[in-house]
């Protein structure tokens, strides 16, 4: 249930600062109800001293004196609580603590907002030993939910320190097409979403949004151990909120988990999504989920509205890694070639040319490598003379346990308008690259 704040009841005991001791009650109270869930039991606040920014940095979290710039697409209630971090940062308190009056004004149920606003509060009063310092007694009625919170601040804090480079993007997007106009990435270990939108100039970082992942965190296994997959997925579709609980929020967008690298890895489970939260929550604390990827709902509103099922990639890394796309071009340059061999080899009707770029392990459903090569026979018989074209190729990479290229692309021949989208994975072995999965997509 959100927290809204309600002016308490007049005490007939309050001194004359009864109006800012209310005040003071009233947030921390509703600090705690939104940690439990109940209002708890407060204390009565006599207004002392502003806080100052030795103070706020001996939190546990430190607080920067100044923070990168937002983009303009970064939610605006985030962007308004880091902007109440910043002024605590340099030690302009009362500015903050207007700041963040307003916010859990208009934002009721942002939970970490409301704990800011508390500790603004409070430290009027006395220093604080450490942000998101509640009172004993209130901090006793929800401990482990105080916890998460400081983990979400120190997230969404760490987030905007660590900005990515400029024009770098994550190792991953090694070639994506003008076709697909979006791509996501996300930061397991920052509770991080990026949004990038694909123009003339390739892909540009357009937005990133703090996001929610596992309880037991990444790298999903089986089915209900309570982490997110890592790897390399697709959108598959967009569910409309009305054809959901609200606990989904203003919708969803399912990802192919597992996909055949996991399945050739023996993982299990599904139903990953992106998705909101419920209508009376702003944001879930950062290890929350059953392994969904989880995000405000005004955040997952500008993504909705973007990004294309199918065509839509998603990277979900431990912690990503970024690079200026000049410094892969070598990588690119390599990898294109040898997908064009490979067409080439489909092209050319030398079966045993084209049975060379696929691994002995190859599956595609029941099907192993001998009963492939009927199909590519097949295919080769029916391409014989005419030219093949591969048309919006994308080529996303991974690593872990060994290297990974996911390859997408449409299959067209000579005379044709349209053709296949086929996707193939390739994996590395022996040194050489080796298609151990393909299959049509559309």
Not at 228 to 234: E, K, N, Q, R
Not at 250 to 262: F, H, K, T, V
Not at 303 to 319: C, E, G, K, M
């Amino acid at each position: 249930m959100g927290c809204e704040f309600r002016r308490l009841p007049d005490d007939a005991g309050m001194r004359p600062q009864a109006p800012k001791l209310r005040l003071v009650l009233t947030a921390l109270l509703l600090s705690t109800a939104c940690l439990t869930g109940s209002a708890g039991q407060g204390r009565l606040l006599r207004v002392k001293a502003p806080l100052t920014s030795a103070a706020a940095n001996q939190a546990g979290h430190i607080v920067p004196a100044s923070l990168p710039a937002l983009q303009a697409q970064s939610a605006p209630a985030e962007a308004r609580l880091l902007e109440v971090y910043k002024l605590i940062g340099t030690g302009h308190s009362r500015e903050a603590l207007h700041k963040a009056e307003s916010l859990v004004h208009d934002v009721p149920n942002f939970q970490l907002a409301q704990l800011v606003y508390a500790d603004l509060l409070l430290a009027q009063t006395r220093p604080l030993p450490a942000m998101g310092h509640a009172p004993d007694d209130l901090a006793a009625k929800a401990p482990q939910r105080l916890d998460q919170l400081r983990t979400e601040a120190d997230r969404r804090l760490q987030a905007l320190r660590d900005r990515p480079p400029p024009g770098a993007l994550p190792t991953q997007f090694i070639e994506v097409p003008p076709t697909t106009k979006h791509a996501i990435a996300v930061d397991a270990s920052k509770s991080r979403l990026y949004l990038f939108e694909n123009g003339p100039n390739g892909l540009q970082l357009v937005a990133d949004h703090y996001a929610s992942i596992g309880r037991l965190g990444a790298d999903k296994n089986t089915e209900g151990d309570q982490r997110t997959p890592l790897g390399v997925y697709y959108i598959t579709s967009r569910l409309d909120a009305k054809k959901l609980t609200d606990f989904y929020g203003i919708g969803a967008l399912p990802l192919n988990y597992p996909n055949e690298y996991d399945r050739r890895l023996g993982k299990t489970g599904g139903g990953i999504w992106l998705h909101g939260v419920p209508s009376d929550s702003y944001a879930r604390s950062p290890n929350s989920t059953d392994g969904c990827v989880v995000l405000a709902n005004p955040e997952l509103q500008t993504i909705l509205d973007r990004v294309q099922p199918r065509s839509t990639p998603v990277v979900i890394a431990r912690s990503l890694q970024w690079v200026t796309p000049v410094k892969t071009e070598s990588q690119r340059r390599s990898l294109h070639n040898l997908i064009e061999g490979w067409r080439v080899a489909r092209a050319s009707g030398d079966l045993n040319r084209l049975l060379s770029f696929y691994s002995p392990q190859f599956a595609n459903g029941t099907r192993d490598l001998n009963q492939w090569r009927q199909t590519l026979e097949k295919e080769v018989s029916q391409q014989r003379g005419r030219a093949l074209q591969l048309k919006d190729v994308a080529i996303l990479g991974w690593k872990d346990k060994s290297d990974i290229l996911v390859v997408t692309f449409g299959e067209v021949s000579d005379g044709q308008r349209t053709g296949a989208v086929k996707r193939q994975y390739w994996g590395k072995e022996g040194g050489l690259w080796k298609i151990f999965y393909e299959g049509v997509i559309g």
